[in-house]
């Protein structure tokens, strides 16, 4: 399931949005309403929205240039960017590699947090500016929040916990250390963990203490923070052990295709009833058209499989689909997750020669993960 919608796209880096972020702008529009009420009262309702809603723009604003600075530092040297998800406490630029040293990741992850007080100084000055001028009250007040908001941005990015800027400084000074990534991403993440957990339990002490508000805000932000550290541990302790590994080590071979033109009524008794797999690789006129997934069937009403083919309930074949069987699980990992199909047709030149699912990769790393201890 994917959990982020494409936003916009800036300096060809693809800017999304984790559905997460929309309960902040929320929460944040609506307290800042609640703000400006209470501090100009003389101002009409419209009007305490329209400022609020100014300011949370320029606030999402803040946060997009934040992590835009993380990028540009990972472009310039050198690492591709997918692109950059914004979550709730800020974002994440998805790296397309982990740097190579240690020095790149610390000037990336300090990039950000520059660029929050860089912000902040600004803000200052322009609500200085503003007031030397007699600028109305309340404009100069949405100065002194983004100020606010800006300073708040670059410490907690500092917090030493994985992923957070700070934590990737941390980890990036173990690396330089200890000489070994994965066990500075584990010391970092395990930051990581420790804070959220902090952050947690002042929430509940908070909320014990009637502030409600903010001792949700407090747990809501560790167990995001949780979440983040667990899988941004895993997913480095996944590529250190599976990188190297070829797609045809690990493929299953002996493919069994479904003709193309047999009905869904057919495929299912004598296909998948039998041989039990999820998806089944479609060929026609012994070429490679599609992929037809159980799940796709399913989508289909049962009194129409008789009358539906394999063809038109297929996935067609793209470059998505498949993988050369000389290509590295980690390029695999990738694919699998943005082909959301769940497993790849391994090709030899424009010949099928095993299918590799995702359940392949994980037991792999399982069992490899078992005898690195
Ligand atoms: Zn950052």
Redesign the pocket.
């Known amino acids: 399931m994917r959990s982020s919608v494409k936003l916009l796209t800036v300096f060809r880096i693809p800017v999304e949005i984790n559905y997460s972020w929309l309960i902040i702008f929320g929460l944040v529009l609506s307290t800042l309403a609640a703000n400006f009420s209470a501090d100009f009262p003389g101002l009409s309702g419209p009007v305490h929205w329209l400022l609020a809603f100014l300011t949370a723009i320029l606030f999402f604003v803040s946060i997009l240039a934040?992590?835009l600075s993380?990028a540009v530092v990972a472009l310039r040297a050198g690492l591709p960017i997918h692109g950059i998800t914004l979550f709730i406490f800020?974002?994440v630029a998805q790296l397309g590699e982990e740097p190579e040293n240690p020095g790149v990741e610390l000037r990336m992850?300090l990039a950000?947090?520059a660029m929050s007080f860089l912000l902040a100084a600004l803000f200052y000055v322009l609500g200085q500016i503003m007031m030397q001028l007699g600028a109305p009250l309340y404009l100069a007040k949405i100065a002194l929040y983004l100020l606010t908001i800006n300073v708040l941005l670059g410490v907690f990015?500092l917090l030493p916990g994985f992923p957070?800027?700070g934590g990737r400084v941390l980890r990036a000074l173990l690396w330089q250390l200890t000489g070994n990534l994965r066990r500075a991403t584990g010391i970092a993440a395990f930051g990581g963990k420790a804070l959220a957990v902090t952050l947690m339990l002042a929430g509940i002490f908070l909320f014990f203490r009637s502030y409600y508000f903010n001792g949700l805000w407090y747990i809501f932000i560790g167990f995001f923070l949780l979440e983040a550290a667990d899988a941004s541990y895993r997913q480095v302790a996944l590529k250190k052990l599976l990188s190297g590994v070829r797609v045809g080590q690990i493929m299953t071979q002996n493919v069994i295709t479904v003709p193309a033109d047999l009905p869904l009524s057919r495929l299912v008794e004598d296909y998948f009833f039998r041989f039990r797999f999820a998806a089944f690789p479609v060929v026609a006129d012994d070429r490679l058209i599609g992929l037809l997934t159980f799940h796709a069937i399913k989508e289909i009403e049962r009194e129409r499989w008789s009358a539906v083919t394999a063809r038109e309930a297929m996935i067609p074949i793209t470059t998505r689909l498949t993988i050369d069987r000389h290509a590295e699980l980690t390029t695999a990992l990738a694919r699998l997750a943005a082909s959301g199909s769940g497993r790849l047709l391994v090709m030899e030149g424009d010949k099928l020669i095993g299918i590799l699912s995702q359940r392949d990769i994980m037991s792999l790393f399982e069992y490899k993960a078992e005898v690195d201890k």
Request: avoid cysteine.
């Open positions: 934040h992590e993380h800020g974002g992850a950000g947090p990015n957070l800027d």
